[in-house]
């Protein structure tokens, strides 16, 4: 089930593009990875939807991904609000804790990646006609394992359905 977003107010897109121009670090790290296609999927953003901008969104799968500083500890409750309307129209967040991205943790955002693009494929396939299946992991025939979420004491809480 793909969204169909209404049409956005003035101050909904002026909101949008200055969340976009004034990203975190590690937004700002994290969409190095996702940018241009790179996944095979194209996300966008802080795409507005519902009462929300959400980080990055790939329309074609429904997949929101969010990168969440340590702010999110505080606010778990209302995270799990967020997701769990976001997923009655049909859109699953995967949380990726800000740490994760730093400290030289390439083979972790690497992970991450083959993650989304799993979900993705995953996604897409529910939902149309068959498609070419996923890239290979490194050294193997599959995807490899999601890396472990972040234990809370220590920067994040990971993947959330």
Same mark, same amino acid.
């Given at each position: 089930m793909r969204y169909r977003s209404k049409p956005k107010s003035e101050e909904s897109r002026a909101r949008a593009r200055?969340?976009?121009?004034?990203?975190?670090? !590690?937004?700002? #790290?994290?969409w190095a990875y996702l940018r241009g296609d790179k996944t095979g999927f194209r996300f966008r953003r802080q795409v507005p939807v519902l009462d929300y901008f959400l980080d990055f969104y790939c329309? %074609? *799968? *429904? +997949?929101? #991904? %969010? $990168?969440?500083?340590e702010q999110h500890q505080l606010r778990i409750e209302r995270?799990? +609000?967020?997701d769990a309307r976001l997923l009655e129209i049909g859109? =699953?967040?995967i949380r990726? &804790? !800000? +740490?994760d991205l730093f400290d030289n943790r390439k083979e972790l955002v690497e992970q991450?990646?083959?993650?989304? =693009? *799993?979900e993705c494929w995953e996604r897409v396939s529910r939902t149309s006609t &068959?498609? &070419?299946p996923p890239p290979a992991g490194a050294g193997g025939?599959? $995807? &490899?394992e999601p890396p472990s979420p972040t234990p809370v004491g220590e920067g994040g809480r990971g993947e959330r359905e």
């Open positions: 200055d969340l976009r121009k004034n990203m975190s670090i !590690s937004e700002e #790290v994290f329309g %074609e *799968a *429904a +997949l929101c #991904v %969010e $990168v969440d500083g995270d799990n +609000l967020r859109i =699953k967040t990726i &804790p !800000s +740490l991450w990646i083959l993650r989304i =693009k *799993a &068959p498609q &070419p025939g599959g $995807v &490899p």
